[in-house]
C-alpha cells in the first residue's frame, strides 16, 4: 500500500485557514497524512505568537475568528518545515510574495510533488503575461492546479453551500485534489482548462473594484448589473488575447470560477467593499486596505495594475475600457465619476 500523502498549506489567512480546515477533516481519510502542516507568518496577536494561539486553542483569532480548525492542522512558523517531505501543496498566499516562497521552498518537498494555486493574481514580465502557477511550476519544477470560484472564505468556513472549479492540464492531480478537498458543502468541478479558470480568478477582482465605486456612488443594481456584464465581457477578451491555452473555451466563464465568482466578489468581497469605502472617503485605497482588512491584502487595484502594463505594452488600453479606469482611479488620481464614463463608452455598445 502507497504511504499517505503528505499535505502542505502554503498560507493561514482567512482563505487558507478556510482552506485547512477543509483539508484537515478530509485528511483523516487513508490516502492523507493525518497531520496537516499549515505555513504561518508568524506574528504576534495580544502578546502571544499567532502559531501558538493556533496550536493551543485550535483557532485562527486574527483571520479566521469564531471557527475552530481541526486539531490534526499544525501550524507551523518555518517555511521549510512546514514544507518538508510534502507530497501536496496548497498555495494560498498573496500573489506578491509567491516567488520569494518558492525560491525559499525549493529542495525540501517531495520530488513527486504536485501543487494547487488558489492565488488570484497574474504577474507583468518584459514578455506579457506570466500566470501564479506558472511562477511555482517553473520554480518547483512540480505540476500545479488551480482552484477558484464563488468562495467567500467566512461562509466556506461556516459550512453554508458553495460551488467552486479546479483547473488541471493533468486530469489525475485535479481529481487527486478534488478527493483532499471536496465535502458535501464544498462542491468542485474539474475542467481542463486551467489557465482559463486561473484568468478569472485574477481578473474578476478588477471587476469587482468597479461594481464597489459604483456602490459608492449609489448608482443602482441596473447600474451593477452592467459592471459585471461588461465586466465578463473584459475578462473574456482578455483571456483570448494573452491565455497560452489557444482553445479558451466560453463554458469555462459559467463555471463557478467564471460568472458566479464575478457575482458573489461584486457583492459581498474585499474588493468591492475597500472601493465603496475609497469612492466615498477620499482615502487612498493603501490606508483603507490597513483600516479594514485587518492584515490581509487587496488584489483587485494590484492586479489592475498588472494588467495596464500589460495592455501598455501591446497597445491595447482602449480595448479594455473598465480595467483601465480601475488603474487610473486607483493609481493615477483620475475621478471615481470616470468609471460611469467609462460604462457610457463602452466599445461593447458600438
Not at 140 to 159: H, K
Amino acid at each position: 500500500m502507497a504511504s499517505p500523502l503528505k499535505v502542505c498549506v502554503v498560507g493561514s489567512g482567512n482563505w487558507g485557514s478556510a482552506i485547512a480546515r477543509i483539508i484537515g477533516h478530509n485528511a483523516r481519510s487513508l490516502r492523507f497524512a493525518t497531520t496537516v502542516k499549515m505555513w504561518v507568518f508568524e506574528e504576534n496577536v495580544n502578546g502571544r505568537k499567532l502559531s501558538d494561539i493556533i496550536n493551543t486553542e485550535h483557532e485562527n483569532v486574527k483571520y479566521l475568528p469564531g471557527y475552530k480548525l481541526p486539531q490534526n492542522v499544525l501550524a507551523v512558523p518555518e517555511l521549510r518545515d512546514a514544507a518538508k517531505g510534502a507530497d501536496l501543496l496548497v498555495f494560498v498566499v498573496p500573489h506578491q510574495f509567491i516567488r520569494r516562497l518558492c525560491d525559499e521552498m525549493v529542495g525540501c518537498v517531495s520530488t513527486k510533488a504536485r501543487g494547487i494555486s488558489l492565488i488570484k493574481g497574474i504577474d507583468a514580465c518584459p514578455g506579457g503575461l506570466t500566470l501564479i502557477s506558472d511562477i511555482i511550476r517553473e520554480k518547483m519544477g512540480m505540476d500545479v492546479s488551480v482552484l477558484m470560484g464563488a468562495n467567500i472564505a467566512n461562509e466556506v468556513a461556516a459550512e453554508k453551500f458553495c460551488e467552486t472549479t479546479i483547473g488541471s492540464r493533468i486530469l489525475e492531480n485535479g481529481l487527486l485534489f478534488k478527493e483532499l478537498l471536496q465535502t458535501p458543502n464544498f462542491r468542485i468541478t474539474v475542467v481542463d482548462d486551467a489557465d482559463t479558470v486561473e484568468l478569472c480568478g485574477a481578473l474578476k477582482n478588477i471587476v469587482a473594484v468597479s461594481a464597489g465605486f459604483c456602490d459608492g456612488l449609489r448608482c443602482g443594481d441596473n447600474t451593477k448589473a452592467a459592471v459585471i456584464r461588461l465586466g465578463l465581457m473584459e475578462m473574456i477578451g482578455f483571456t483570448r488575447l494573452f491565455s497560452k491555452n489557444t482553445n479558451v473555451s466560453t463554458e469555462t466563464f459559467l463555471e463557478s470560477c467564471g460568472v458566479a465568482d464575478l457575482i458573489t466578489t461584486c457583492y459581498g468581497g474585499r474588493n468591492q467593499r475597500v472601493a465603496e469605502a475609497f469612492s466615498k472617503s477620499g482615502k487612498s485605497i493603501g490606508q483603507l486596505e490597513k483600516e479594514m482588512l485587518n492584515g490581509q491584502k487587496l488584489q483587485g487595484p494590484a492586479t489592475s495594475a498588472e494588467v495596464y502594463h500589460i495592455l501598455q505594452q501591446k497597445g491595447l488600453v482602449d480595448k479594455f475600457p473598465m480595467f483601465t479606469a480601475v488603474y487610473q482611479i486607483c493609481f493615477q488620481g483620475k475621478p471615481v465619476q470616470e468609471i460611469i464614463s467609462c460604462l457610457q463608452s463602452h466599445p461593447e455598445h458600438e
